[in-house]
């Protein structure tokens, strides 16, 4: 039923002969350097929900909305001008999305169309999805994660006494609902009824459109977070899971089960935040929540805070202003893109041009704020070594969201007496924008083929930056939430790979050895949006377009995603001897027994916990270079 709905409801579109025009051809393949493009079709990445083609309402560009959301008042939250400054509002704008879109399609025929029905819900609604490489795309679609989008969304779980009445209808008309949410699989209100979390009475009742006597319908389901999970859990359908493995399903085909879980993991932020206590409430003390808020259990309270301010502009309705007005900044960890959007895009296409670039600059604020809250940072001396203990005050795993290029490390100076820098841990080339990680914890996710993957495509198994290939995991050492457990995440592909979390274990230490001379030492945590690396890849990759070559030199000319600093802690150490494994303040026979079980020769490129106070040199191995230092240093009794 799955497959013949979606070859029905594709076949009606007129933009298919498009698509076919506009595909890449045979000898622009032939330039991937041996490279195969994987044969799929649009029917490999169908997801239930709404269809394209089937509103009876269109969607309506965000303008119509701005009218009457879109006047600030001092000291007042009101809800267009932050969404203009949020991502949501650029989903669709964002170079690196483009510039993404175009090496996925590259690499897997039609894949764009998953991409699209998050990015642009208003242009795949209407079928303007294919060709998948958005050329078809007009000018309101830009527009990204509309106001429509979600005040259109409608609960796939009908709660009887609970969901709005209008929703039974809606749901028994939908062919194939989704088993659970995710990868942009969302039911839409076929009419244009409006939807949200308020109760309004008389007088104040919205002056929406009225298709069938209703202006507006309260809504639950918008204050849970299942409405974020629709494009928050993000899975490639082409895949299906086989024990711990991943393996390319029968071509031209929908997914044989439907369910994400089944599906490989591309991002799984809202199973992060399911599989934890967020769920049941955390008392952030205030850090997150909002002016109202005291525990906080979903998506909104931490990243549509509630403010005070108004829904509406009070000048032409007189709409009192509320205390739990949700401020939609979705403030998340996009700290650079916004920079780039002004000088990318004509003005003259944007509603309200002439504020935009000041809510962009606010909305960029909100999210380096919000990363700034996301982490405790402490510091402390153990003998000869300085232990970093990072704690995730996050309701997901720390970093989260997309995962190339995404990254957080920790840079550890150490200073003598003087105060002069003896040697620094995790540096940052600002000028380069080079991270040296060998030295120092790299929390980040690397996913990658397998060696069936790899042979299907021509590339080398292994870790790789073609997402929409990738099918293995291979590192994954981000930070666990409050109430991480193994065995629930690993039912949904997300368990620590090449890390190890107990249960329960929200937090990451990490041991530094003390060189010597060592008088004060400094800790910092850096997030950064986009690595080097991945930038250069989409440029280097594409051989299709501009985007990669376009999204390359925004990113030189606006700080190459500068890091953000997101917390730092400074401590006074005390007298220690080198080599001092158990902390007795001398470097004696226990030490050297010690030293022995952390011998790896060289070039080892990591070392046991425990064993970084015998890396002097710190090159992450032990071996001669650093038992001459030892002995050098060897007190006996």
């Not at 497959?3 to 933009?15: E, G, H, I, K, V």
Request: hydrophobic residues 35%; negative net charge; contains cysteine.
């Amino acid at each position: 039923m799955k497959q013949m709905f979606a070859s029905d409801r594709r076949m009606s579109c007129l933009l298919t002969v498009a698509s076919l025009a506009a595909g890449l051809g045979t000898a622009q393949y032939a330039a991937m350097a041996g490279q195969t493009q994987i044969p799929t079709t649009i029917e490999d990445f169908f997801v239930g929900g709404t269809q394209p083609l089937e509103l009876i309402d269109p969607m309506e560009s965000s303008l119509s909305c701005i009218i009457c959301h879109g006047i600030q008042f001092p000291g007042l939250v009101e809800v267009a001008p932050n969404w203009q400054g949020s991502m949501m509002a650029q989903a669709s704008r964002d170079p690196l999305f483009y510039a993404c879109l175009t090496i996925a399609n590259q690499d897997v025929k039609d894949v764009g169309d998953l991409c699209i029905r998050c990015h642009s819900p208003m242009a795949w609604l209407d079928g303007r999805s294919e060709p998948t490489d958005a050329s078809a795309f007009i000018d309101s679609d830009r527009d990204g994660v509309t106001c429509h989008t979600c005040h259109r969304m409608v609960d796939p779980v009908f709660q009887p006494g609970v969901s709005p009445p209008e929703d039974e209808a809606i749901l028994a008309d939908i062919l194939d609902i989704p088993v659970r949410p995710g990868t942009g699989g969302i039911i839409f209100d076929p009419l244009d009824r409006r939807r949200g979390p308020f109760n309004f009475k008389a007088p104040f009742i919205p002056p929406h459109p009225v298709p069938d006597g209703n202006q507006f319908i309260q809504s639950p389901f918008h204050q849970t977070s299942e409405l974020c999970a629709a494009c928050h859990d993000v899975s490639n359908p082409a895949y299906t899971r086989v024990g711990d493995d991943y393996v390319l399903g029968t071509l031209d085909s929908a997914h044989p089960t439907g369910d994400q879980y089944d599906m490989f993991p591309v991002e799984r932020t809202y199973s992060e935040w399911l599989n934890s206590d967020y769920p049941n409430g955390v008392d952030t003390g205030g850090v997150f929540g909002g002016n109202l808020m005291g525990d906080v259990r979903t998506c909104q309270d931490c990243h549509m805070e509630d403010r005070q301010g108004n829904g509406c502009n009070p000048d032409d309705f007189g709409f009192p202003a509320r205390p739990d007005m949700p401020r939609h900044d979705f403030a998340g960890g996009n700290s650079w893109i916004r920079d780039t959007l002004v000088e990318l895009w004509p003005l003259d296409a944007i509603p309200n041009a002439e504020d935009w670039q000041a809510r962009l600059t606010e909305g960029q604020d909100l999210s380096i704020a919000m990363l700034q809250r996301a982490a405790t940072l402490d510091i402390s001396q153990d003998g000869a070594r300085a232990s970093v203990r990072i704690t995730n005050e996050s309701g997901h795993k720390l970093p989260t969201g997309y995962p190339e290029g995404r990254r957080m490390w920790l840079n550890v100076q150490f200073f003598d007496a003087a105060d002069q820098l003896i040697t620094e841990r995790g540096y940052y080339n600002t000028l380069s924008a080079d991270l040296d990680g060998s030295d120092t914890k790299v929390y980040e996710i690397h996913l990658g083929l397998d060696a069936a993957v790899a042979a299907a495509s021509g590339l080398p198994e292994g870790i790789s930056l073609h997402f929409a290939l990738n099918n293995k995991v291979y590192k994954d050492n981000r930070i666990p939430p409050r109430g991480f457990t193994n065995a629930a995440y690993d039912a949904f592909g997300g368990k620590p790979v090449d890390a190890t979390y107990a249960d329960g274990q929200y937090w990451d230490d990490t041991l530094y050895a003390l060189p010597e001379g060592s008088a004060s030492a400094t800790v910092r945590l850096y997030y950064q949006t986009s690595s080097k690396e991945y930038i250069e890849f989409l440029r280097d990759e594409n051989v299709t377009n501009h985007w990669g070559q376009t999204l390359y030199d925004a990113w030189e000319m606006h700080g190459k995603s500068a890091p953000v600093l997101m917390a730092t802690k400074s401590i006074d150490l005390t007298g220690f001897v080198l080599g001092d494994w158990d902390g007795d303040s001398d470097s004696d026979l226990a030490d050297f027994e010690k030293f022995e079980e952390c011998v790896t020769g060289p070039d080892a490129g990591s070392i046991d916990v425990g064993c970084e106070v015998f890396d002097f040199d710190t090159d992450q191995d032990v071996d001669f270079s650093d038992l001459r230092t030892y002995l050098l240093h060897f007190t006996g009794d």
